[in-house]
């Protein structure tokens, strides 16, 4: 009986591509992790309409993505159209032109690009000096601060922003990057992260590397890093959105309009544009997703598996 | 895989290395593991540990950068108490959570056992590429398109529900519905995080004991209540306790949307914190609203895992 409906599904439509072709039966179901029914033929009814709504909720994920850049290629005058468009019917590519004009958009996105880059090396460095020292090297207390490190990963930024802000103005360092970039240096969260991926490299490569001859600092450097690169990327990748996309911080920290970073930039043009154009402000984020969608595309699998991987040993 | 895991003798060489690590070479690791340590542990000291009781001392002081520190006990925090427009930010925070964890968990939760049903690899891949792909996008950026799509007039959400005959929203203009939009807002741009932990929970299903349900014909609602929930709990618990902790911070949403208005209604704890602090630069009374957030997110956050007994099973 169960293996009757299971061989009547494997010749469904939603059946695995190429699931009938090949005429692999049962078997291909008891892979997949869907809980069969014995007995009891599955409800098409319900099926088609949970894929509708499945479907449904893609479509206003993306919605808002899409009508964005086919508006960002409007001409002023029709930028309100109703009912809205979809699909972009004019190409108003000087939108994207104008966003540079009417705005300090060169400097947002330079800034922009400044700011994320500098947080992820910097980022890089602490992250992966700690984690081998906590992963690797024996010295007092070092049970003792890792756990510290652990803990403040859940403080919220709110708690620490008036004081980092008053020692950011005693400094000097007020209305400049630097000012971004220094304090997000220090990452318990890529700390812990690269620290569990010294941990899965095998304590004998070190060894033969200390018998060839190489210090603590070279076993860092040329066996540790390069084999803990996923790790390394993971780090990257997240730092980097996180940091691209930043909006409390800057707002914060910049007064001057030339130092504002994209999505503090973008905000005040569109209270500046008021309720006209709004296809050159949309063009302007659509222009700073790019990276996003670069990052989407290339690292997905990277950050899943070195998150996997990273999450193995304890 | 690798060659060296039998107890194999050890050559004369790896054995004078173990032995010399012992002594000197001990000490030395020591001292290069602190310094491996220094420019994390120094920053974390400087950006986090240090501000974190800097908040606590600050909030006992009137400070607005110009004239010196005044220390005045309590103040800030009897002051707070009293502070009815501060109330109101705490009340919106609370109503905010509440919508937006409820939306959060029970979307994602559909989205992640839904991905399960039989389809082809490439929409399922596709799908869930579409629920993540917000998250990786900047909140603030995108509440400005989500700003124009909840317009009254032109808004292409009201022409929508125009269509299906409801009468035009004020969505942002009104304050019945402001804290509404904005957490729609905020649960579009978080959905793909609770719906990555929920599917790594629904992937850890144990495909026995879900088999064991459907003989003793749990089917529907009575399948998902009692069966499919409780084996969920734990990635629920992680689940509801992240997206519980970032919707009590959240800023961007609310001060690109509706700047908090109108009137108050949708006026954040956060961004009271941010006009105390950085507009009003009363830097002592923004301290004490940040450590009494810190206070409560911590309670409930305690108060939630000791619930949690009662509803979440590990197997």
Same mark, same amino acid.
């Not at chain 2, 919707?247 to 700047?259: E, K």
């Not at chain 2, 004490?288 to 305690?302: D, E, G, N, Q, R």
């Given at each position: 009986m169960a293996l009757n409906t299971s061989q009547s599904r494997a010749a469904d439509a939603w059946a695995e591509p190429g699931a009938a072709s090949t005429g692999a039966p049962s078997g291909r179901r008891t892979l997949r992790r869907r809980p069969g029914r014995p007995g009891k033929p599955d409800n098409r009814v319900t099926r088609y309409l949970v894929l509708v709504l499945l479907i449904g909720?893609? !479509?206003?994920?993306?919605?808002?993505?899409?009508?964005?850049?086919?508006?960002?290629?409007?001409?002023?005058?029709?930028?309100?159209?109703?009912?809205?468009?979809?699909?972009?019917?004019?190409?108003?590519?000087?939108?994207?032109?104008?966003?540079?004009? #009417?705005?300090?958009?060169?400097?947002?996105?330079?800034?922009? #690009?400044?700011?994320?880059?500098? *947080? !992820?090396?910097?980022?890089?460095?602490?992250?992966?000096?700690a984690g081998y020292a906590f992963a690797r090297l024996r010295f007092p207390g070092r049970g003792v601060l890792f756990g510290l490190v652990l803990a403040t990963i859940m403080v919220p930024i709110q708690v620490t922003i008036v004081p980092i802000f008053i020692l950011i103005s005693e400094i000097g360092w007020a209305d400049s990057l630097v000012a971004l970039i220094v304090p997000a240096w220090p990452t318990a969260f890529g700390t812990f992260l690269l620290r569990q991926y010294f941990k899965t490299i095998p304590h004998e490569l070190a060894e033969a590397a200390? *018998?060839?001859?190489?210090?603590?600092?070279?076993?860092?450097?040329? !066996?540790?890093?390069?084999?803990?690169?996923?790790?390394?990327?993971?780090?990257?990748?997240?730092?980097?959105?996180?940091?691209?996309?930043?909006?409390?911080?800057?707002? *914060?920290?910049?007064?001057?309009?030339?130092?504002?970073?994209?999505?503090?930039?973008? #905000?005040?043009?569109?209270?500046?544009?008021?309720?006209?154009? *709004?296809? #050159?402000?949309?063009?302007?984020i659509v222009i700073s997703l790019l990276p996003v969608l670069a990052l989407f595309i290339i690292a997905q699998r990277f950050v899943v598996e070195g998150l996997m991987r990273g999450g193995l040993k304890g | 895989m690798t060659p060296d895991l039998a107890p194999a003798p050890r050559s004369p060489l790896t054995r004078a290395f173990a032995a010399d690590s012992l002594h000197g070479v001990r000490r030395r690791r020591a001292a290069l593991g602190y310094l491996?340590?220094?420019?994390?542990?120094? =920053?974390?000291?400087?950006?986090?540990?240090?501000?974190?009781?800097?908040?606590?001392?600050?909030?006992?002081?009137?400070?607005?950068?110009?004239?010196?520190?005044?220390?005045? =006990?309590?103040?800030?925090?009897?002051?707070?108490?009293?502070?009815?427009?501060?109330?109101?930010?705490?009340?919106?925070?609370?109503?905010?959570?509440?919508?937006?964890?409820?939306?959060?968990?029970?979307?994602?939760l559909f989205l992640a056992l839904g991905l399960q049903r039989r389809m082809p690899n490439w929409l399922r891949t596709l799908l869930r590429a579409s629920y993540v792909f917000p998250l990786l996008t900047s909140a603030a950026s995108i509440s400005i398109v989500l700003s124009y799509m909840f317009s009254e007039s032109f808004g292409i959400v009201n022409y929508y529900l125009g269509l299906l005959g409801i009468e035009p929203i004020a969505w942002l203009n009104s304050s019945r519905w402001a804290l509404v939009a904005v957490a729609l807002a905020f649960v579009w741009h978080q959905l793909g995080f609770t719906f990555l932990i929920l599917l790594g929970g629904v @992937?850890?299903?144990?495909?026995?004991?879900?088999?064991? @349900?459907?003989?003793?014909?749990?089917?529907?609602?009575?399948?998902?209540?009692?069966?499919?929930?409780?084996?969920?709990?734990?990635?629920l618990l992680v689940a509801s306790v992240i997206g519980f902790i970032?919707?009590?911070?959240?800023?961007?949403?609310?001060?690109?949307?509706?700047?908090? =208005?109108p009137g108050d209604s949708s006026r954040t704890v956060v961004m009271?914190?941010?006009?105390?602090?950085?507009?009003?630069?009363?830097?002592?009374? =923004?301290? @004490?609203?940040?450590?009494?957030?810190?206070?409560?997110?911590?309670?409930?956050? @305690?108060?939630?895992?000791?619930?949690?007994?009662?509803w979440v099973h590990y197997q």
């Open positions: 909720a893609a !479509v206003l994920m993306l919605a808002p993505l899409v009508w964005a850049f086919s508006t960002s290629l409007r001409t002023p005058a029709q930028s309100f159209t109703l009912p809205p468009m979809w699909l972009p019917t004019d190409f108003a590519w000087e939108n994207y032109r104008q966003v540079f004009e #009417v705005s300090r958009f060169a400097n947002y996105v330079t800034n922009n #690009v400044v700011v994320s880059v500098a *947080i !992820v090396l910097g980022q890089l460095a602490t992250a992966s000096l200390a *018998i060839d001859g190489a210090g603590e600092w070279q076993i860092f450097f040329r !066996v540790y890093l390069p084999l803990a690169k996923p790790g390394l990327a993971v780090v990257a990748i997240l730092a980097f959105n996180f940091h691209w996309n930043e909006f409390f911080r800057p707002l *914060i920290f910049l007064s001057s309009p030339e130092k504002f970073t994209l999505p503090l930039g973008l #905000v005040n043009l569109q209270g500046y544009m008021g309720t006209g154009s *709004i296809s #050159v402000v949309l063009a302007g | 491996f340590l220094l420019p994390s542990l120094g =920053g974390i000291a400087v950006f986090v540990a240090i501000p974190i009781v800097a908040s606590l001392v600050l909030s006992l002081f009137r400070w607005n950068m110009i004239r010196p520190p005044e220390f005045i =006990g309590l103040d800030n925090y009897t002051r707070l108490i009293g502070d009815a427009r501060l109330l109101t930010t705490f009340v919106n925070t609370a109503v905010f959570v509440v919508l937006a964890v409820a939306l959060q968990l029970s979307l994602a @992937a850890n299903l144990p495909q026995d004991v879900l088999d064991a @349900a459907d003989l003793d014909g749990a089917r529907g609602w009575t399948r998902l209540r009692r069966v499919i929930v409780p084996l969920m709990s734990p990635s970032s919707a009590m911070q959240v800023f961007d949403q609310p001060f690109v949307m509706t700047q908090g =208005g009271a914190i941010y006009d105390a602090a950085f507009r009003n630069l009363d830097l002592g009374y =923004g301290a @004490a609203i940040s450590v009494v957030l810190f206070a409560v997110i911590m309670l409930l956050t @305690a108060v939630q895992f000791r619930l949690s007994n009662r």
